[in-house]
């Protein structure tokens, strides 16, 4: 750590982990974990610096991540990185969707036309047995952003609910192949678990099959 300005008294400490990733672009990947190590080491001094280095946390040390996303939610309540982070190590990490599916409404409450949150939302209600509220939500992010992405979570949800309620497996299905036409989701069909009650269906089958068609002709 050679340049002095980096220690300057004030300096967030977010700055180890920029210099990681400019360092990790031109090939000193040595130098690239020095930095991430040296920075996780420091105390975050404001808030973007809190959100980085849990962001570095996430699958390494989820509850330790989780402890930095919420003290930059407490330095500043409507940072959409501290609650979707939240969300993300809550929901998909330490399998506590209720208090994911908080964080996702306290987020809602700052910034309510944020897609990602608005179409997470959905899932994280199927997830909780709330089909109903689920399906709305699902359907929300769709009229709020007819794109691949939200078709996508919106077969998610109608997936999952469908495991109690089959006949939500076509709009599952419907919802998906749009994706799929859109250029969405081609990578996640087979590790996503909210498609799992579809996995045994024919018309599964052959979107998988286009999926990889369509993968095969990008190469």
Not at 14 to 20: D, E, G, N, S, Y
Not at 27 to 50: H, T
Not at 78 to 96: D, K, P, T, W, Y
Not at 99 to 110: G, K, M, N, S
């Amino acid at each position: 750590h050679l340049d002095p300005g980096m220690n300057r008294e004030g300096m967030p400490t977010r700055v180890w982990f920029i210099r990681a990733q400019i360092r990790e672009l031109s090939g000193d990947k040595d130098g690239a974990a020095a930095d991430r190590a040296f920075g996780i080491k420091l105390e975050p001094n404001e808030v973007q610096s809190w959100n980085a280095r849990g962001f570095l946390r996430l699958d390494k040390e989820p509850e330790k991540a989780l402890a930095d996303v919420r003290e930059a939610e407490r330095l500043d309540p409507r940072s959409i990185h501290a609650l979707q982070n939240q969300a993300h190590v809550l929901g998909e990490l330490l399998n506590r969707p209720e208090e994911a599916l908080a964080a996702i409404d306290r987020l809602l409450r700052y910034h309510p036309q944020y897609l990602d949150a608005v179409a997470t939302r959905g899932v994280y209600l199927a997830r909780l047995g709330q089909i109903e509220n689920a399906v709305n939500q699902a359907e929300a992010a769709v009229a709020l952003s007819d794109t691949g992405y939200t078709h996508f979570k919106a077969a998610c949800v109608y997936a999952r609910v469908s495991a109690q309620q089959a006949d939500y497996k076509k709009d599952a299905l419907s919802h998906l192949s749009k994706a799929l036409m859109a250029g969405y989701g081609h990578d996640q069909l087979q590790k996503t678990s909210e498609l799992e009650p579809l996995r045994s269906d024919l018309m599964f089958k052959q979107l998988v099959g286009f999926a990889a068609l369509m993968k095969s002709m990008r190469k």
